[in-house]
């Protein structure tokens, strides 16, 4: 009997020789036509909490613009994209056993991966995260607001959160629990002296929860969570609080994603860059003197805080108070 076969240049069928099969004739196709099979998009995001949040906002522009893809990705944060509607298959960093083979190796796929963080427009502090990152996936920017999807369970996670007074979510630390070289990392964590002067003046009229790492100062008088929690349940803090003080870090990007209006302390990194407009932003004030940026590369300081590049000699030289005042009067 005669085999046929469809080769990947000619789209007449070939045909070869099984002698000693009895069954019927059959066409084997050796390499399907791209144009039936399964198109795929993979985008790998390495990187902080915060970064994974942010770039959730641009999954609704890349479905529309590839509405015939699936979206795969690949994050150093896995929950954060788990039960967004837009996304196909969802993998951790360094944890893609057979991704090769189910979607690379003779496939349609589109693949980007980019580091946001080193295009002229972020370092110049032209440009948000988020439109940088539109650029490299060749989607419009539109000042997209991240989204945070969660499912029954994680929204009951909120409940856990009620107080007998207003929740009031002041965050003085960042980062990560592990494997910070300081604990206080003055690039974005707040002074202890700015922090009890804050705190002075919110106590009364609510419930504040301070949020902060092991090992760093605490504020007498206040519910303290200074121990790791699932990122979701931290997303739940931010959606069951009614007002919030945060710094530079994943929690302003989730208040932004659940639309929640919050006051955010800028210090050594920039709202250009990371901060929403729905927020108020209140940046440091520029350093005085000649500062000595001796490690300085692409960026004026380490995202680690490192002692010596601090340019500041007190809160009062990092932050106009008054500014603060009418803040917290605002809120």
């Given at each position: ?24 004739p059959v066409l084997i196709s050796v390499a399907q036509k791209k144009d039936k099979m399964e198109k795929y998009i993979v985008w790998h995001i390495e990187g902080g909490l915060g970064k994974n ?87 419009e920017y539109t000042k997209q607001l991240p989204e945070l999807h969660r499912n029954m369970i994680q929204k009951n996670f909120d409940l856990g959160w009620k107080r007998d007074k207003p929740l ?58 200074n121990y790791p929690l699932t990122n979701m349940e931290l997303f739940s803090l931010v959606a069951a609080s009614e007002k919030r003080i945060l710094i530079d870090s994943c929690l302003q990007h ?78």
């Open positions: 009997m005669k085999v046929g076969y469809q080769t990947t240049v000619d789209k007449q069928y070939q045909s070869i020789q099984a002698d000693g099969l009895k069954a019927l949040v942010a770039a959730t906002a641009l999954l609704p522009s890349l479905a529309k613009k590839y509405k015939d893809r699936k979206i795969i990705i690949v994050a150093s944060y896995p929950e954060v994209f788990l039960n967004n509607p837009h996304i196909y298959r969802v993998y951790r960093v360094g944890l893609t056993a057979y991704f090769y083979d189910d979607y690379i190796l003779g496939k349609d796929t589109l693949v980007f991966r980019h580091e946001p963080y080193f295009q002229t427009g972020h370092i110049l502090k032209q440009k948000h995260l988020v439109e940088n990152w539109a650029d490299l996936l060749g989607v009031f979510l002041f965050q003085t630390n960042g980062g990560l629990f592990s494997g910070q070289q300081h604990g206080y990392a003055w690039i974005r964590d707040m002074p202890i002296e700015l922090s009890l002067y804050i705190a002075e003046k919110i106590v009364k009229d609510y419930h504040v929860i301070q949020i902060t790492r092991e090992g760093t100062p605490t504020i007498q008088g206040v519910e303290v969570i989730s208040a932004a994603a659940f639309n929640l209006p919050s006051t955010v302390l800028w210090i050594g990194t920039a709202s250009e860059n990371f901060g929403y407009e729905m927020h108020t932003n209140i940046k440091a004030l520029p350093p005085k003197g000649n500062t000595k940026l001796i490690d300085a590369y692409l960026f004026d300081a380490s995202f680690e805080g490192v002692p010596h590049e601090c340019p500041y000699q007190d809160i009062n030289e990092m932050f106009n108070l008054k500014e603060i005042d009418v803040a917290l009067k605002n809120l």
